[in-house]
């Protein structure tokens, strides 16, 4: 089994920057892609941002040029630097990891842009 643990939230005003830590840890045999995903109030979950192990990445339109993801393989994690944050990015992110067999999810870390 496979957990996946997010952090790194928190309140920033606009125009601020935030890094999200992603680590996965258990019964790692490899990992494919690991992304983020987000949920505002009253919205459904979206996908912010996702790496494949081989480096592809995908970003969502709205966070294109302002937010980057990477990954440390070595370490099982994935990072997820947010720049020019605005109040719409406020959200729930959470990280999820795939195995190739399952996906695991994490409890989500909370991400606030306002003045």
């Known amino acids: 089994q496979v957990q996946v643990v997010e952090s790194g939230g928190g309140l920033v005003q606009p125009g601020g920057s935030l890094r999200l830590s992603c680590a996965a840890s258990?019964?790692?045999?490899?990992?494919?892609?690991m992304g983020w995903y987000r949920q505002a109030p009253g919205k459904q979950r979206e996908l912010v941002s996702k790496?494949?192990?081989?480096?592809?990445?995908t970003y969502a339109e709205s966070v294109k040029g302002r937010f980057t993801i990477s990954r440390e393989n070595a370490k099982n994690m994935a990072f997820l630097q947010m720049n020019g944050l605005n109040p719409d990015d406020t959200a729930v992110y959470y990280c999820?990891?795939?195995?190739?067999?399952?996906?695991?999810w994490g409890q989500g870390t909370q991400v606030t842009v306002s003045s």
């Open positions: 790496m494949t192990s081989g480096g592809i990445t």
């Open positions: 999820y990891a795939n195995t190739g067999q399952s996906t695991a």
């Open positions: 258990g019964s790692i045999v490899r990992l494919y892609t």
